[in-house]
């Protein structure tokens, strides 16, 4: 049912009425139909028979999808009843998340983001999800987004190991018309070219793979074109994601739906993603720069015997790899990897391993190195994966170990496999390059994090990874980077609307009648050539229109600029200016240099070279240009210069913004290429030593490991230790006398340091070591999985109160009854256990689980 108010009447006039109307259908008919009320520029849904609000929608749902709007009246059921099938997403911070959008959705909002970092099965618990609400009858289509075709192929090949049984496609030229698959998965440029040949309610839920504000600015139309719920997914650390992102997704800053983090991963017991361990190694040339003027005098020798004018060598450390190439430099990276990576089973050499370089020709580079150090290898086992390979996909196969290239062991990346790619094997990361985004830093971590069960023979695990920091990234984001909220960029013709705005202010206020027509021209030129069909546009149409009736324009009214200046001039983005790029820059210098004319400003002459520079670079040799000759040499002319009008400058902007891309600059292929030497590296001034980041707890992961392998190795002869970890009683000699022998044996490991990691548990040193040796993980795993799948209606509250209990227990072997009302368990509810377990015999089921796990003399204790 419709309710259509004119144009000036705003749309929720409309809603009461429109309630009116669905009574007297549901009571002539004895069904209520679904409510649409509009005015022309805002159309809203309301299905009030499920009690959901009123939204607003950018289109009518078609037969189809009202009839299944209908459907679920009746047939969905509620989600708390419905349990995540733990075949797809087993591990219980993985329920957690599920429940929690599920308990989001079933609160009626739309939008929810899950924070997990990489490696821990964030596409696993998508699938859940969607195999959830399928069973639920909440969703009937689901798209999958992401920003890469192998991301796609990727996200295809889990739902089609997880969810078999449901028909997918991916949707492309040839399948965007199929309407009878469950699953669309789609990368994000490809959904926006077919996105209106859907209907605006053919999608149930949208699945956004690495959602972040950049992805949505593009993109934004898909987000607001499908009326559908929406889960955003990301392995961003929530410190890190703008604000935008948690606005999108309906979000308080830093407070996401669910979040597991990389440091809740990793000290999981048993963990769920491997640690690193990060060396540093620069060479003199990357961390000074190549300059002749600091050379030894053997290195000058070898440079001037390459170059003829060697002393014009004098570049700064940032453009090492950029401006200049040093194959010496480079042979040491890769020797680095070589000698010191972990390697693989059979020990003779490195595991998997990705390079990060920085450019295209730099890892053309490296792999020239690496073929000229060991040629032995025939270049099969080392390559680069970058787009300017058309065999992209091929090799990214092979790399993984499926494709026609089981040797390729070292892949060197340019961009390609910095995020997303899902390769469990890798042990090896090398980073070749600075890196300033924080978020690109830990996607780039994550392609190690990964588990990887067997790799270096039966029972032996990937138990960590090593990371190879050539461009000391660590020591910069530990000691000098500064979490900034990411500004917005303002596109080119958002800043050519931009001065034509300021050219009519700029003529209105000096009187200018001919400057002030011209500027509203092209204003009212601007604001007609906006793409009607954009949802951004469409979102802004009352303003468009009301500037766009009568006179308003003309009138100029500071209400009218304050419009055009926010409300109309962002909108600019949305315009289509490829292949024109370098028209609408010389139509932004023309007006900015006709408004500054006005003015008497003395940045005139730096235009007006600007101007002429833009002009001369023009070729000559092109017919369109030799058209033009005419104008070109009357702009060069001084005359021209001597007294210029508007008139003037508009003319010449009409006949020539149509031929700047035909400016020398633009077809002569640009700068010369970088020089590339071969000056050996100073070996003394080769610095290679273990860092400890202080990152998201790292420096704690790397010391508690440590500590976990003197211990391990104690284990068997050292009796104190058995009895710390069978909760058997233990005096301060007992403890001291440990201290001593693990510190005579290592001297690098002092275990009273563990208290400067746990300053609430210091003075106890027993416990701090029962958190190293903990229980057995898997025993204490086990018992709370069947509890969780025993009871599938647990709440995600309680989901995550037993993920805390369970991991709390496997580190110390136990926990008082007390401790269930003490934090971090108070932090989930403030009355500890009975909060999150009001109901009793849950509770009491529970406590039994938990006596099984405590040490003796704790059995004995009253329980009750």
């Not at 060598?313 to 010496?328: G, H, L, S, T």
Request: charged residues 25%.
């Amino acid at each position: 049912m419709v309710e259509a108010k004119k144009t000036a009447i705003s749309p929720q006039r409309g809603q009461t009425q429109a309630k009116l109307y669905a009574d007297s259908l549901e009571a002539k008919y004895g069904q209520r139909p679904i409510i649409f009320y509009t005015n022309g520029f805002e159309t809203h849904i309301w299905n009030d028979a499920l009690s959901e609000p009123p939204r607003r929608v950018y289109g009518f749902y078609s037969k189809d999808s009202l009839q299944y709007l209908l459907f679920k009246r009746s047939e969905r059921q509620p989600l708390e009843t419905i349990a995540p099938d733990p075949k797809i997403a087993g591990r219980m911070y993985q329920i957690e998340a599920i429940k929690r959008v599920s308990e989001r959705f079933s609160g009626n909002h739309r939008k929810t983001l899950i924070v997990q970092a990489t490696g821990t099965g964030k596409t696993r618990v998508a699938i859940s999800l969607c195999d959830t609400l399928v069973r639920a009858k909440w969703t009937k289509r689901v798209l999958f987004l992401c920003d890469r075709k192998e991301l796609r192929k990727q996200a295809l090949n889990t739902f089609k190991e997880f969810l078999p049984g449901e028909p997918r496609t991916v949707v492309s030229a040839e399948t965007h018309k199929d309407r009878n698959k469950r699953i669309y998965l789609a990368t994000y440029p490809a959904m926006m070219k077919y996105m209106q040949s859907f209907d605006v309610g053919f999608f149930d839920l949208i699945i956004a793979d690495e959602s972040h504000r950049s992805i949505y600015n593009r993109y934004r139309d898909l987000f607001y074109y499908f009326d559908a719920l929406q889960v955003g997914l990301t392995a961003t650390p929530v410190q890190f994601i703008s604000r935008n992102t948690y606005k999108i997704f309906g979000c308080e800053d830093q407070d996401p739906t669910s979040y597991f983090s990389f440091e809740q991963a990793i000290n999981h017991k048993p963990p769920y993603l491997v640690p690193f361990e990060v060396i540093s190694h620069t060479t003199g040339f990357l961390r000074k720069g190549i300059k002749y003027s600091e050379m030894t005098e053997q290195q000058r020798l070898e440079l001037e015997e390459q170059l003829e004018d060697a002393t014009v060598v004098e570049f700064e450390e940032n453009e090492v790899d950029r401006q200049i190439f040093n194959k010496d430099t480079n042979r040491a990276i890769i020797r680095n990897l070589m000698e010191n990576g972990i390697r693989d089973a059979s020990g003779n050499r490195p595991g998997k391993s990705i390079i990060f370089a920085r450019s295209h020709n730099h890892a053309l580079l490296l792999q020239e190195m690496f073929n000229e150090m060991y040629p032995q290898y025939g270049g099969r086992f080392c390559q680069v994966i970058d787009n300017y390979d058309p065999r992209a996909e091929q090799l990214i196969d092979d790399f993984k170990g499926i494709g026609t290239n089981p040797d390729l062991t070292i892949a060197i990346s340019v961009d390609m496999l910095d995020t997303g790619i899902d390769i469990p094997a890798v042990v090896n990361l090398v980073f070749a390059k600075p890196i300033k985004s924080y978020v690109k830093f830990w996607q780039m971590i994550g392609r190690g994090t990964r588990l990887c069960e067997n790799l270096f023979g039966p029972g032996k695990h990937k138990e960590a990874f090593r990371i190879f920091d050539h461009w000391n990234n660590f020591e910069f984001f530990d000691e000098h980077y500064k979490p900034v909220e990411p500004s917005k960029h303002k596109s080119l013709l958002q800043r050519v609307f931009e001065a034509h705005i300021t050219l009519a202010e700029v003529a209105l206020d000096k009187g200018n009648p001919e400057a002030f027509d011209l500027g509203i021209k092209q204003i009212a030129q601007d604001i007609a050539a906006l793409p009607e069909g954009t949802i951004s546009i469409k979102e802004k149409w009352r303003e468009i229109k009301s500037i766009q009736q009568g006179d308003i324009l003309k009138s100029f009214a500071a209400a009218t600029r304050n419009s055009l200046k926010n409300d109309i001039a962002p909108l600019m983005q949305w315009r289509d200016s490829r292949g024109n790029d370098e028209a609408y820059s010389f139509d932004l210098l023309i007006a900015s240099l006709q408004a500054e004319l006005m003015r008497g400003s003395a940045s005139v002459a730096d235009l007006k070279d600007k101007v002429v520079d833009a002009v001369s670079d023009l070729t000559i040799n092109i017919n369109q240009v030799r058209e033009k000759i005419d104008v070109i040499n009357r702009v060069k002319s001084a005359e021209f210069w001597s007294t210029p009008t508007i008139t003037d400058l508009e003319t010449l902007r009409v006949e020539l913004r149509g031929i700047m891309k035909y400016r020398r600059n633009k077809t002569s292929g640009g700068s010369l290429p970088a020089p590339v030497i071969d000056v050996k590296e100073d070996a003394s001034q080769i610095i290679a030593a273990p860092y400890q980041p202080k990152l998201e707890g790292l420096q704690l992961v790397a010391y508690r490991k440590r500590v976990e392998e003197v211990l391990q190795q104690l284990f068997n002869t050292a009796p104190v230790l058995q009895k710390i970890r069978r909760a058997e009683a233990v005096t301060e000699k007992d403890i001291e006398s440990l201290c001593s022998l693990v510190l005579t044996q290592h001297p690098d490991v002092d275990l009273h340091k563990l208290e400067k990691f746990y300053p609430d548990m210091a003075g106890n040193l027993e416990s701090l070591i029962r958190t190293i040796i903990g229980l057995d993980a898997t025993a204490v795993n086990m018992r709370f999985e069947q509890f969780v799948q025993k009871h599938p209606s647990l709440t995600a509250k309680q989901t995550q109160f037993l993920q805390q209990l369970k991991n709390h227990i496997a580190q110390n072997g136990g926990i008082e009854l007390d401790d269930l009302y003490a934090p971090p368990f108070t932090l989930i509810d403030s009355d500890g256990l009975d909060g999150v377990f009001p109901n009793e015999v849950l509770a009491n089921e529970l406590i039994a689980i938990i006596t099984t796990f405590a040490p003796k003399q704790q059995k004995r204790q009253a329980y009750q």
